[in-house]
């Protein structure tokens, strides 16, 4: 870790400023995933802007009948929120789905979307990675890749995102509310809120330095069943191999999104169209482009049978 | 005291205080946090500093540069010691690599520099600005490639063993079962990270360090620092977890030594996380071809077991065939063990080596023989079991209830509920059993012990004997309080100091009863001391109650001690009973699995182990042992894998969130059942080791049960849905089962 300065912000529009005027800081919410990258020097911002004072820590209505989210909602807070059980299930699901409770506790919605993979080249300093350091290679092309991305990789990277809570943002449709440096405030779709690798896996979101999340907001509930399955090779405290986010309807349409696949919080539009058709056309039309390694074919297989079995739970 | 002839009656047999369920006497300390471990040992008067360690970012190859200067010049640093400064240096008896020193990079974060400064955040920063240029050379990184060019190891490993004609018995047996299995590369991943404090004065060194084994590390350390033994001083009282990881000199030990000696200040070195992995030692990845034969009646005629694994040049074999010659009865015999030369980090001992991988694929090649033969296989096992050393007849196990076990176990568990592989669902989970023996040899080691009887009445034991989480403290209290008649108050025991007697240590589930019996040794002694000091004639004097009697005369000890107190000090060695009878630990598994039917995911229900090891000193403790064991049998079952990047050649998910072991949610439920038995061959104390047994077997219970589950049999640790999901029931055939559970 190197040696950084501090500071906390006074407002969301000082926050914001003070990032934009210093390109190597960076904003430090619970720190869960931040200051480990740092200790590690995968990340090396010389300064920190620490948000955690600015209000945004409420969950309230919306006009429209959703709700927004502060960034700095807790996880534990959100996923145990009255609301978000009754009528965004299928969040609070995941979200307890992930971490443990102590990280929970602590970890933020903002800092939540924008976790970094868990590639473990990526964590190793010492090994070529193009998302830690553009134009090194991609080790894990051609190496040990077994939790890697299936589907909108691109020859720089196979790194999937890692969050659960972001496969429920997805299905849900979520926006993500930022503020720029220039004091504009923006709202972003959470489709569009994540890239894919393309040629700058170094680049994950398209946010500007210095943008700020200050919500993220729901859309009024969508009723239906909504399950979350995370598949992992241990019971708990484990990333997902790959995981099914899904809002089944009594007439069996629906939406869904998959986890532990892509760069992103995989959903095809596609696909949802054909979840009434059952798992198998609807695992074809999300895997439609798939270029999955040896290591890691096996998860399209994967996620269709868990699609199929949140289906019949669902119609259950 | 020479352990010769098989133990009588001796004071152990009261069984007032040993045998009992007494919770451990160091636990408050550790449960209040006044335990203090290597990196926690704080003095004010040691004003110590941090190392940080730099490794290897090669697999094999020469180092031609280091540039320190960016680092020597960092906020805080006090000094920066490179392998290249320290240069070659002469390698402990017990490393295969060379832990630092030199420009030979042997294995990928070797250690090849310590940063020390007024901090960690300092040192650790420092650390990052070691520039290295490598010349890199290519290695052999994979198993199954170096396979073909294994090489037969001398004599010394018994790579091969033969009785009568296997391959004959084999081709004439009318059922046959060739099969072969593969055990991944496993890290021990104790909780305790390496670490030390080293402090020289002028030529003389502490080292506070967190070792299984004070002697050797003393005697490596010595030979890698290039000092007199007699001149460092070695202490580690207490120990988060060592499972083998800690049986030799680590470079922990080397960096803090070398730091301190360049800081002229005392500096405390932690090896990092992410680090431990490749730097240190684990268990090394096993290829393994096993072939039995047998007639229709069940009974095993012929039996081979061949196994390939790799290490560093002049390393050692993973004798995971080794059990095979013991554990079952046939005829017409084979084992063949090959070494391969890898250039990945140094494999060697982790928790019961040799057996655990051995076992996790000779157990389910029996299993999967059972099925050929249409036998039960608990039915199976019982057919074959043997009462003597199939290699020597006339050379009997000293105490074996393997059998026992197996029955008790299979009634306690319900094991006659089982069904045929897949038939047993419970919505969307499948369901089986599995069962598979357990056994391990019980290792002797000579051990040293002191106690002293002060004028309190109060005896200290003093031996460098080590509790590495086991209960050593608690057992060594139990066997002084019983030899001396007095109460567990009334004890005090000091571990894991060189300036003590030298002991068996902790390793090879060796040191219950090698150390027990060293404190046996020395009490026999004091109480001959006492007997002495007294007048007293030795052979018929009683101590009980803090007194010491001898027909109607009794002296309470304390007097007996007088003002200078009293002194007793030996050693137990072991004479020939290990060679004319065979001495093993025995036990079965029992597991129940769930496998989810849609994912492949597999989940553990219940778990039972049933131990046949000699007595049991404390109930309390060797559960522990035993279910802290099925807990690491459950990880090498379903996740723990050191990924290896045949590349790069390093391990690839080297910290605990890429390397999985089990977490308590794998682990809903676990018994033990130990047999009430003793076993006078093994040594005073009549016990055996339990430490490793309760891993042998285990893994392969659990692949068993979900072969039974599922009807998928996954021969390649560990079993990951990727493994099954492609045998499980098609797609369109789950949708029931997951109706049923809404
Ligand atoms: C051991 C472990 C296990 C885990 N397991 C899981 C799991 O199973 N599933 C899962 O989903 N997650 C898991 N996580 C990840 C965890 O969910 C994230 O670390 C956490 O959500 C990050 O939130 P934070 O507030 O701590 O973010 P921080 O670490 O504070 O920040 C993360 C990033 O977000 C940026 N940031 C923070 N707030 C804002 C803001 N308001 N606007 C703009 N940028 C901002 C920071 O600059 C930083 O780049 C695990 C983490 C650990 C350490
Ligand atoms: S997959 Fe992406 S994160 Fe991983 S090594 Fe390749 S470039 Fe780096």
Redesign the interface.
């Known amino acids: 870790m190197r040696a950084f300065t501090y500071e906390r912000a006074s407002s969301v529009e000082a926050a914001a400023n003070a990032a934009s005027s210093n390109r190597q800081s960076k904003f430090i919410a619970g720190g869960t995933n931040l200051l480990d990258l740092m200790k590690l020097e995968i990340e090396t911002p010389t300064h920190l802007i620490d948000v955690n004072g600015l209000g945004l820590d409420t969950i309230e209505p919306t006009a429209e009948g959703g709700l927004r989210i502060g960034a700095l909602v807790r996880n534990t807070d959100l996923a145990a929120h009255e609301t978000v059980r009754r009528d965004y299930g299928l969040l609070s699901r995941a979200l307890v789905a992930g971490a443990s409770g102590q990280l929970r506790n602590v970890a933020t919605t903002a800092g939540n979307l924008l976790q970094r993979t868990r590639c473990p080249y990526f964590y190793d300093t010492n090994q070529p990675c193009n998302k830690r350091q553009p134009g090194s290679g991609c080790s894990a092309i051609g190496g040990f890749s077994r939790q890697h991305a299936v589907v909108g990789v691109s020859d720089a990277c196979i790194a999937t995102h890692p969050s659960d809570m972001a496969i429920a943002m997805r299905a849900l449709d979520a926006v993500v509310e930022t503020v720029k440096p220039d004091g504009s405030h923006h709202a972003i779709p959470i489709a569009d809120f994540h890239r894919l690798p393309g040629e700058t896996p170094h680049i994950e979101t398209v946010l500007e330095q210095g943008e700020l999340i200050t919500a993220v907001v729901l859309p009024p509930p969508v009723g239906g069943r909504q399950i979350y399955r995370k598949v992992r090779d241990r019971a708990s405290y484990a990333f997902a191999i790959v995981s099914v986010g899904a809002v089944i309807q009594l007439d069996g349409t629906g939406r869904v999104a998959v986890g532990g696949v892509a760069h992103k919080p995989w959903r095809v539009e596609g696909a949802d169209a054909e979840l009434s058709r059952g798992a198998r056309s609807a695992a074809s039309a999300l895997f439609a482009d798939a270029r999955p390694t040896e290591q890691n074919r096996f998860k399209i297989d994967l996620v269709e049978r868990t699609l199929g079995a949140v289906i019949a739970e669902a119609r259950g | 005291m020479q352990f010769d002839k098989p133990a009588t009656t001796n004071p152990i047999d009261q069984l007032k205080v040993v045998g009992q369920p007494i919770h451990r006497i160091d636990g408050e300390l550790k449960t209040t946090g006044r335990a203090m471990y290597a990196y926690e040992w704080h003095d004010a008067n040691l004003p110590y500093v941090y190392g940080y360690p730099v490794g290897a ?2 697999a094999k190859g020469r180092i031609t540069a280091m540039d320190v200067s960016a680092a020597k010049r960092a ?1 805080g640093v006090l000094a920066v010691v490179t392998t290249l400064d320290v240069g070659r240096r002469e390698k402990g008896k017990f490393n295969t690599v060379n832990l630092f020193g030199g420009d030979e990079i042997q294995h990928y974060h070797q250690a090849i520099a310590v940063v020390v400064a007024e901090t960690f ?1 300092q040192a ?2 420092a650390a ?1 600005l070691v520039k290295v240029e490598y010349a890199e050379e290519r290695g052999a990184f994979d198993l199954r490639e170096a396979m073909a060019g294994a090489a037969k190891p001398d004599d010394s490993q018994e790579p091969d063993t033969a009785v009568g004609n296997f391959e004959a018995a084999f081709k004439a047996a009318a059922v046959t079962l060739e099969q072969s299995y593969e055990t991944p590369d496993q890290s021990h991943a104790m909780m305790e990270p390496h670490a030390s404090l080293a402090a020289w004065n002028g030529e003389e060194l502490t080292v506070w360090t967190s070792s299984q084994m004070i002697d050797w590390w003393r005697s490596d350390l010595a030979t890698t620092l290039g000092v007199d033994k007699e001149k460092i001083h070695l202490m580690s009282p207490f120990i988060g977890g060592g499972f083998g990881g800690k049986l030799f000199l680590r470079s922990d030990a080397v960096l803090a030594a070398f730091g301190a000696k360049a800081a002229s200040r005392p500096v405390k070195v932690a090896l990092p996380r ?1 680090f431990i992995m490749n730097n240190t030692t684990h268990r090394p990845a096993t290829i393994q071809r096993i072939r039995i034969g047998a007639g229709r009646d069940g009974r095993i005629t012929a039996i081979a077991h061949e196994s390939w694994s790799g290490d560093q040049p002049g390393g050692q074999l993973e004798t995971a065939a080794s059990q095979t010659r013991l554990l079952y009865a046939g005829a017409d015999r084979m084992t063949a063990m090959r070494l391969a030369t890898l250039h990945l980090p140094e494999g060697n001992a982790m928790r019961a080596p040799g057996e655990a991988p051995g076992l996790m694929a000779l157990e389910i090649a029996m299993d999967e023989m059972a099925e050929k033969l249409g036998m039960d296989p608990i039915e199976f096992r019982i057919v074959n079991d043997t009462q003597v050393d199939p290699e020597k007849p006339e050379r009997p196990f000293s105490h074996r209830d393997l059998v026992g076990c197996l029955k008790l176990g299979a009634d306690r568990f319900g094991w006659s509920g089982r069904e045929r592989p897949g038939a047993r669902r419970e919505g ?1 989970w499948m369901i089986g059993m599995g069962v598979a023996a357990a056994f391990r040899n019980n290792l002797v080691l000579p051990s040293g012990a002191r106690v002293r009887l002060d004028s309190q009445g109060v005896v200290t034991v003093e031996t460098d004997m080590t509790d590495i989480g086991t209960g050593s403290y608690t057992i060594i209290a139990q066997t002084a309080a019983e030899m001396m008649g007095i109460g567990m108050n009334k004890v005090a025991v000091h571990l894991g100091d060189s300036r003590f007697p030298v002991s068996a240590g902790s390793g090879g589930q060796f040191g219950a009863n090698s150390s027990t019996s060293g404190v046996y040794a020395a009490c026999v002694k004091l109480r001959e001391a006492v007997a002495a000091k007294l007048g007293f004639n030795s052979a018929d004097v009683v101590f009980e109650n803090g007194e010491v009697r001898s027909g109607n005369r009794s002296v309470p000890l304390a007097e007996a001690a007088g003002a200078d107190g009293l002194v007793g000090e030996d050693k137990i060695e072991w004479g020939d009973l290990t060679k004319t009878h065979q001495q093993s630990t025995f036990g079965a598994h029992f597991v129940e699995v769930g496998v ?6 597999s ?1 553990i229900r219940r778990m039972l182990a049933v131990c046949a090891a000699g007595r049991i000193l404390n109930p309390i403790t060797a559960r522990s042992q035993v279910i802290g064991a099925m807990t690491m049998g459950a ?1 090498g079952a ?2 723990e894998e050191l ?3 045949t ?2 050649g390093f391990f ?4 605990l ?2 390397y ?1 072991v ?5 682990i809903p439920h676990q018994d033990v059942i130990f047999m009430d038995e003793t076993d006078p061959m093994s040594s005073p104390m009549k016990a055996k080791g339990v430490g490793e047994l309760g891993l042998c077997g285990v893994s392969a219970a659990i692949a068993n049960a979900i072969y039974n589950a599922s009807g998928v049999r996954v021969r390649h640790y ?1 079993i ?3 493994k099954l ?2 045998g ?1 029931p098609q ?1 369109a055939d ?9």
């Open positions: 970012a090669i906020p955040e650790r920063a990052g992410p969307n989810d039917i849609a994912t492949g995911e989940r990880g379903l996740s990924a290896v990047d590349r790069r690839v998910n080297h910290d969130a890429g999985e089990a977490v308590h949610a794998d560990p990951t849905l990727d999901i492609g499980l797609l789950m949708s029931d089962a997951y109706r049923s559970r809404a």
